[in-house]
């Protein structure tokens, strides 16, 4: 028993021995290792002094003086006159490489000149004033934005389109027309839910020779013109927080669909760089104006790029406000129902609007309308897409009363549900 516990604690006996340190000096291992080092140098500097020749003859051999096959190029004299070339030459040289037209680039900048000169009496410039407070005291700052002349009449004044979150809960407005003259303003018509305003100039106040320079946008022709991905355009007004700006760029997607409470827009991309103060108007160097950027709408995972709405879908709300009317509002976000839908999803499905929400303390929520009812029926009007339903809306003004028909699923399938709703303003 007594051996056991010896054998158990015997390493604490164990002694702890140094170990001999090697007697040879460091300073003659040092010498040793230099003394190494340069024998190797000799040995391979003699190497490659002996093998030169050699190693010149094969390449040679193989490819030629002038870097050529090998054949054609052995018996080739060498060439000792250089050749130099004009800075211009050589860049010329190097663009026809690349395909690339230096005519056409002076063409298009030419292009982006005239149309700077053009739309400069269409343009205005928005200084809006709003008031915050900053520990107790009340400060004001201005934001800068930009807008388009859609009407001009020496008796009823001037409309200017613009972005309506730069505007929103301002104390004055100011426009800036191409004179370089700030004339006041105020708010016509707007939408926060479309993202629009109208602001208006009193007639009488511009002189008689700013007034005939005055160039206004015709709103009809927003729905005339076509967009194709790649095409060259402008930006134009405030893109970058500045004064009467110009970026140029092209269309990278023209189809991309962002959808909003009672609105669906199609969003067009760009290759011009975005700021949180961006503003203006999209155009072709036709001078075309395609799009409008609208500050909070841009296509999910799109960051620091500029998008604009196409203005082919805002033209139904520039219309309605122009003529004096308010934007009409329920408050419902749906998805079409499709015969692909139909096909896949639900052979009962009836074609119409698919509501997947309704904005609190809308008239959609109030009225009672609900998520999975499938919009049908608008006064009498048939609504078979979102589209349809955008357009039906929008003939009726707020505070309407229309009857909405919805289609709503239960045990035993499809039954028919009539609401009488209240259009409000959007």
């Known amino acids: 028993m007594n051996d056991e516990k010896n054998n158990k604690f015997d390493f604490i006996n164990e002694k702890i021995l140094k170990q001999k340190i090697s007697g040879q000096s460091p300073l003659r291992t040092i010498l040793f290792v230099i003394g190494c080092a340069i024998l190797f140098g000799l040995i391979s500097c003699l190497t490659f002094y ?183 355009v402008v930006l134009m007004g405030n893109p970058y927080g500045l004064e009467r700006y110009m970026a140029y760029g092209a269309l990278t997607s023209v189809g991309n669909i962002e959808d909003k409470t009672d609105i669906r827009y199609k969003i067009m991309t760009t290759n011009i760089a975005n700021s949180s103060s961006m503003n203006g108007f999209i155009m072709d160097l036709e001078g075309n104006i395609l799009g409008m950027v609208i500050r909070g709408i841009e296509p999910r995972n799109m960051k620091g790029i500029v998008s604009a709405v196409h203005l082919a879908d805002l033209s139904l709300y520039i219309e309605k406000l122009l003529n004096g009317n308010n934007i009409s509002y329920l408050g419902i976000n749906g998805e079409d129902v499709t015969d692909e839908v139909i096909e896949n999803i639900d052979r009962d499905m009836p074609l119409g609007m698919y509501i997947t929400g309704t904005a609190k303390d809308s008239p959609a929520f109030i009225s009672g309308l609900m998520n999975g009812d499938i919009l049908v029926d608008i006064d009498g009007q048939e609504v078979r897409n979102i589209k349809e339903y955008m357009k039906i809306l929008q003939e009726h003004n707020p505070g309407d009363v229309i009857s909405i028909e919805v289609m709503r699923k239960g045990k035993d399938g499809y039954k028919k549900i009539v609401y009488s709703v209240i259009v409000g303003n959007g």
């Not at 050529?68 to 030459?89: L, M, W």
């Not at 303003?185 to 009488?204: F, M, P, Q, W």
């Open 50 to 232: 002996w093998a030169k020749p050699y190693i010149e003859h094969f390449f040679d051999d193989r490819y030629g003086e002038n870097g050529g096959n090998g054949t054609a190029d052995r018996n080739t004299e060498p060439d000792d006159e250089i050749t130099t070339i004009s800075v211009e030459e050589a860049v010329k040289k190097a663009l026809a490489e690349y395909e690339i037209n230096m005519e056409e680039y002076m063409i298009t900048y030419r292009k982006l000149g005239v149309i700077g000169e053009n739309m400069e009496k269409s343009m205005a410039t928005v200084v809006s004033s709003k008031s915050s407070e900053w520990f107790d005291e009340e400060k004001e700052r201005k934001n800068i934005s930009s807008g388009i002349i859609i009407s001009a009449s020496e008796e009823d004044g001037i409309l200017v389109l613009t972005d309506f979150e730069s505007i929103r809960d301002c104390r004055s407005l100011l426009v800036y027309l191409h004179n370089g003259k700030g004339y006041k303003a105020e708010i016509y018509k707007s939408s926060r839910n479309v993202g629009i305003a109208l602001l208006h100039i009193t007639g009488g106040v511009l002189d008689e020779v700013t007034f005939s320079e005055l160039s206004v946008v015709d709103v009809n022709g927003f729905k005339e013109h076509k967009v194709f991905g790649g095409e060259k």
